[in-house]
Every structure is written in C-alpha cells, then in structure tokens.
C-alpha cells in the first residue's frame, strides 16, 4: 500500500445475516443443490450423449433430445433456487423432476441393449439425491411457514476505511458510477439513465444477470452520495457513501452505511454478493482503496476491468 499503511476498519456489525432458515447447514445444502442443478442442466444441454453414456444409457437422439429437456428444467430449478430468496418452490420442483428421472431410469433398465450397472449406480444417485432435495424442500417449507413469506425486519449495516487520498479524489471516484465495477467485482456495469437515476447490471449464477435501478435521493460533492433502489426492485435497501478527512491528517475516511428492511431483500442480496453484507461491502472498500492508491485491484476474486489504471483518476464533476 501506498505510504506503507494499514487497512483501517471501525465496523458496526449487521442486525441481521442473510439466509433461508436459521440453519446454516440447511442453506448451505438448498445452495449446493442449486449449484448441482446448474451443472448437471448445462451437461445435459450441451453434452446429452455423453451424459447419457455415463448413465448406461445408448446414445440416440430421441433419447439426446430428452436429455435436453431435462437439462433445461435443471436449469430452471437450480437459477431458481441460488438466485430467489425464499426457493422452497424451486426445491420442490427438483423434487418432481427427480421422480421424472427415475422413472426414465426405470424403464430404460428394461432395455437389454443398455448398461444395466452404470444404470443401477445412476438411479441409486439420483435416490440420494432426492431424498436430500426432499430434506431441504421440507425444512425451507417450515422456515417459511413459521416466519412468513414477508415478515419484515430492520437491519443496518455500517463500514469504514481510511483511503491515502483527498475527500475530493475518493469523492469523485466513486461518484463516476462507470467506476463502480471495478472495485465491486460482482458488478457487470453501471450507467447513469439520467434524472438521478442508475441501472445496474450483477453478474448472477450460470451466466445470468441481475438488473435494478437506483435513485440518489442525496449528493454533495466531495462529502456523500446516498441512493435508495426504484420502488419495486427486489433489492429494496438504501444506502449512503460519506468522505470525510480522517484524524491526523491520514487521508479520507470512507463510511458506507446500507440500510433494508426485509429478509427477502437481505437473502437476495446475500446471494447475489456471494456473501453476507457486511463482509462484502469489506471486501468493496479495500479494492477500492486499491484502486486509489496502487491503482488497481491486486487482490479480489476477479476484475471486470483487468489492467493498471490510473493511481489518481482524474476529477469527474
């Protein structure tokens, strides 16, 4: 780091941390599950004979053209269930798939032309896995009936950073949102529409995207930008970014505070970012300490914008 500083957080911590149930291990299943059916969809798309070959199954393209159907409603239920916040619905849809599968795999072990062992091992799997699809789907069930589809809460999140640089300079950093993918790295782009307003683009799970527009309800050159999201946006939160000179003259403390106001926005949120709030908007603020002081982001997950820039951009009024 610039100047040999050390990265200086005052965090206060999250009222609440997102997720399906207050059972991690289930969550992490319902998510694994997901991930599962994604990649499982995609093989059957693309590679249908292969896959069919693995399951014991003669490839034939009636049986390569199911295979892609089945391959397409994998796809479905497994978007379904990393990208929604409530994916009860999408567990029990993998579940009917699941029944669907078996008894494909049934009937083709009538078949003498096919692999009878590869198929036994096929439909054992494909038992496992329903039994724990029907694990998760009942235990999301429960969560949802005994807290609500919408129950409301209230939860802040608040993080800071000291920045090796003027109010002014991190001020319009920030303030240029065509910068914003490069320091939050699970962003796409984002524009300005126009009349205070922002789109946003999210890069979502299996190639998919995110999209939701902004409002800045509050903006103050080289002090804050508060934003709330578009009535109506399933990320409904508000939040604010302030720049303020810090103590001894150390460069610019940066305080981002994110307020929302439903567990569905807070589970949403959570999966699009890959993490709980908290941690990411940590995550957000060291690359853009980065950005400001080396010039570029050297360690993050991924850069939407790879290459050295600029240590000091210049001002965008």
């Known amino acids: 780091m610039k100047g040999g500083r050390q990265l200086t957080f005052g965090n206060v911590p999250a009222q609440h941390a997102y997720g399906h149930t207050s059972n991690p291990t289930v969550d992490r299943l319902a998510s694994g599950l997901g991930w599962f059916s994604v990649g499982l969809g995609l093989a059957e798309v693309i590679a249908p004979g292969t896959v069919a070959g693995l399951i014991g199954i003669k490839p034939k393209q009636k049986t390569e053209n199911l295979l892609r159907l089945y391959g397409l409603r994998e796809l479905a239920a497994g978007i379904g269930i990393l990208t929604q916040a409530r994916p009860s619905g999408s567990l029990w849809a993998r579940v009917a798939g699941d029944a669907v599968d078996l008894a494909s795999l049934a009937s083709a072990m009538a078949n003498n032309r096919n692999d009878e062992g590869k198929l036994t091992f096929a439909l054992a799997s494909v038992a496992g896995i329903t039994a724990a699809d029907i694990y998760c789907a009942k235990q999301l069930s429960a969560a949802k009936s005994a807290n609500g589809a919408s129950q409301p809460t209230s939860s802040r ?133 980065q950005m400001l002081e080396v010039g570029e982001v050297t360690q993050s997950e991924a850069s939407v914008h790879p290459g050295m820039h600029a240590a000091q951009p210049e001002p965008v009024h």
Not at 211 to 226: G, S
Not at 264 to 286: Q, S, W, Y
């Open 157 to 289: 999140v608040v993080r800071t950073i000291i920045v090796n640089c003027s109010p002014e300079q991190a001020y319009n950093y920030w303030h240029n949102v065509e910068n914003l993918p490069r320091f939050m790295t699970y962003l796409d782009s984002v524009r300005s529409t126009g009349d205070r307003r922002t789109h946003w683009v999210a890069n979502g799970p299996a190639g998919t995207h995110i999209e939701w527009d902004a409002e800045t309800v509050n903006d103050e050159p080289n002090r804050m930008v508060a934003w709330k999201a578009v009535d109506g946006s399933q990320f409904e939160h508000m939040g604010s970014v302030k720049f303020e000179p810090a103590p001894g003259q150390r460069g610019t403390l940066v305080r981002v505070t994110m307020d929302y106001s439903s567990t569905r926005t807070a589970a949403a949120m959570g999966k699009l970012l890959k993490m709980d709030i908290g941690r990411r908007i940590n995550h957000d603020l060291r690359n853009f300490k």
